[in-house]
Structures are given as structure tokens and as C-alpha cells.
């Protein structure tokens, strides 16, 4: 079992930055591929970027692509989303998920789920 809890999120105008954290409890929580993604209200959940269990390895999905960077920190278990350049279309609420592969993370399935920070974005 694997427990996470994101923050960071909250209001920014346009072209602001934020930086998501994702902190994991659980005993081998630092083994799981851990990754981010936002769903809009109205819209599907989307992959936004995860990265391998040794940090070795990151990806991203389209919508964020060149204004987001994924890091995480195993001593801390924490997986941080640093975003930038936001733009309107990127509110939405943001969550934090684990999974084994992180091939099987890029297909927005994940073992386990946090509830979600909400990132909203004023023009």
C-alpha cells in the first residue's frame, strides 16, 4: 500500500510558475515509477509526465511538454512537478500516481492515487 499526498497547487496568473510535490509513505513506495497528471472538469485524465523509480528516466506528455520538468527525491519520497509558462488551459486539478512500469504510468494507469491539488490559471 502506498499513500500520497500532493501540495504546491493554488492560483497563478498566466505565465506564472509552480512546483507540485507528491510525498509517498509506504515501505516501497521508492521502487515505484511515479508520475503526474491533471484532468479538466468536463475532460479525460491526462498523462503529464512520470519518471522511473531511480530517476534515471523521465516523460512527458504533450500538453506540458518544454514547460514542465519532473525530479523526484527517494530519500524524501517525493516526486516534484516544476511548472512554468502556465497558461489558462493548464487549471485543472493535478494528481500524483505510482505504478511498477513506468510505461504502464504513461497510459494514465497507476496502482495507486492521490487526491489531487488544485492548479488554477488566470488570464
Known amino acids: 500500500q502506498v499513500q500520497l499526498v500532493e501540495s504546491g497547487g493554488g492560483l497563478v496568473q498566466a505565465g506564472g510558475s509552480l512546483r507540485l510535490s507528491c510525498a509517498a509513505s509506504?515501505?516501497?513506495?521508492?521502487?515505484?515509477?511515479m508520475g503526474w497528471f491533471r484532468q479538466a472538469p468536463g475532460k479525460e485524465r491526462e498523462f503529464v509526465a512520470g519518471?522511473?523509480?531511480?530517476?534515471?528516466?523521465?516523460y512527458y506528455g504533450d500538453s506540458l511538454k518544454g514547460r514542465c520538468t519532473i525530479s523526484r527525491d527517494n530519500a524524501k519520497n517525493t516526486v516534484y512537478l516544476q511548472m512554468n509558462s502556465l497558461k489558462p488551459e493548464d487549471t485543472a486539478v493535478y494528481s500524483c500516481?505510482?505504478?511498477?512500469?513506468?510505461?504502464?504510468?504513461?497510459?494514465?494507469?497507476?496502482?495507486?492515487w492521490g487526491r489531487g491539488t488544485q492548479v488554477t490559471v488566470s488570464s
Open positions: 500516481a505510482v505504478h511498477r512500469s513506468i510505461a504502464v504510468l504513461t497510459t494514465t494507469k497507476g496502482d495507486f
Open positions: 509506504g515501505s516501497t513506495s521508492r521502487l515505484y515509477a
Open positions: 519518471i522511473n523509480w531511480s530517476g534515471s528516466e523521465t
